[in-house]
């Protein structure tokens, strides 16, 4: 096992328990799209699944070239701070995809200044990082995770405009989905 795996696999299990901790200091809500839950787990299963029957072959597609790992590398961290970032200015209003927080606020400091989702683009940017570090076979699973995180932003929009009529829509205007200045 390469360094860089080590290093990855740690980050992301400190990464995912600090999420799991903080989830506990979440506004009390009501998930909307139940129906969706069985998606969220559906897509774990599929990623685990495939590493488990070895589809994802990490060390035998490794790339060599140190420029790519170092690369990899810098966007998984810059993916997991900005995950991260966006998180702690979320506060207590964080929640699941596609679900609704009693007493919603609408948060536009911090990440959320330029992009709308930036919990959504730092996952899918460390989970980039990861596939370049580690194996280009990940990539199937950012594929996945985005579509998933795409239609999420789209479903939260349509919410966050509902609940806030007046300030939502300048707010989108002003921003971007998932990518500042671009997307």
């Known amino acids: 096992m390469k360094a860089i795996d080590v290093i990855i696999g740690l980050g992301w299990l400190v990464f995912w328990a600090y999420w799991l901790v903080m989830a506990l200091t979440a506004k009390a809500g009501q998930a909307r799209w139940t129906g969706c839950a069985a998606i969220r787990v559906g897509i774990i299963i599929v990623i685990l699944l495939l590493l488990r029957l070895r589809v994802v072959k990490g060390h035998q597609a490794v790339t060599r070239n140190p420029w790519l790992l170092g690369i990899g ?69 950012v594929v996945i995770v985005g579509a998933y995180f795409l239609f999420s932003a789209v479903v939260e929009e349509r919410n966050m405009a509902k609940l806030f009529p007046a300030d939502y829509p300048p707010y989108k205007r002003s921003t971007k989905m998932l990518v500042p200045y671009i997307l």
């Open 73 to 141: 590398l810098a966007l998984f961290v810059l993916g997991l701070a900005l995950a991260v970032w966006a998180r702690v200015y979320l506060g207590r209003n964080w929640g699941m995809p596609m679900s609704q927080k009693a007493d919603s606020e609408l948060v536009t400091t911090g990440p959320y200044r330029k992009i709308r989702h930036p919990i959504y683009s730092g996952i899918i940017l460390a989970m980039l990082g990861t596939a370049m570090a580690v194996s280009p076979y990940l990539l199937a699973a």
